[in-house]
């Protein structure tokens, strides 16, 4: 009973590409996010939704487009992968918004080639 | 703009020894500060939280952070460093905006390696 998952865990893909990574979590929390963890383990925020509206959209390339069906899920799309999407995406949630402790997926590690 | 300094990229203690990882912010007002650890190939895991209160905050593991004000900083520590607890450590801070918005920042991150 994994508190927050992610599938899949790896993606290989090559460019041009639509993909789709899934994030569900059982801890009835409200908040939920996408982060992008690069090469050199940097974690840049993407997206935040709480209880299924967007709040953080940070600068990224509109290929990438998140969705809550409901405050359990948010899925993340990207179209037309680029080599600079290859990276590791973490999916979070947090029991009191945007700016308390978050509880991170294991991750999904997506190479573009 | 608010950010989150961690100076040391990379720390290696001996087994047993003590260990500070240093993290500094930079914010108009005090926020939410957070430590994570990343183990090789997973997620990252909460290790402690600072909301308010007394500045020294126990986490798992037997790690412990201070908060100090005056320095912005953030300071974790362990008296005991065991071979498990080589890994990634991020701090973070958790910004208020108002309303339902905020952010949360992660540092660059601190990589541990343990000598037997």
């Known amino acids: 009973d994994t508190a927050v998952s992610q599938t899949p865990k790896y993606l290989v893909t090559q460019m041009g590409n639509d993909k789709s990574i899934k994030c569900e979590q059982n801890?009835?929390?409200?908040?939920m996010y996408w982060y992008k963890q690069d090469s050199k383990k940097f974690l840049k925020i993407m997206f935040s939704y709480n209880n299924k509206e967007l709040i953080i959209n940070e600068t990224v390339p509109n290929r990438f487009s998140p969705k809550s069906p409901d405050k359990a899920h948010l899925n993340l799309h990207i179209n037309s992968l680029e080599l600079g999407d290859s990276a590791v995406y973490f999916c979070?949630?947090?029991?009191?918004?945007?700016?308390?402790?978050?509880?991170f997926g294991q991750g999904t590690r997506l190479t573009v080639v | 703009a608010q950010s989150v300094t961690q100076p040391d990229i990379h720390i290696t203690v001996s087994e047993g020894a003590s260990l500070e990882l240093r993290c500094n912010y930079s914010?108009?007002?005090?926020?939410?500060l957070f430590w994570y650890v990343q183990s090789p190939g997973q997620g990252l895991q909460l290790l402690l939280k600072y909301f308010s209160g007394d500045t020294l905050v126990q986490g798992i593991k037997g790690f412990e952070a201070e908060f100090k004000r005056s320095q912005s900083s953030f300071n974790l520590r362990k008296p005991s460093v065991h071979w498990s607890d080589a890994a990634e450590y991020f701090c973070a801070v958790g910004l208020f905006y108002g309303g339902s918005q905020g952010n949360l920042i992660f540092g660059k991150g601190t990589k541990l390696s343990v000598k037997p």
């Open positions: 914010y108009g007002a005090t926020p939410y």
């Open positions: 801890l009835g929390h409200d908040t």
């Open positions: 979070a949630s947090s029991p009191r918004g945007v700016n308390t402790e978050a509880f």
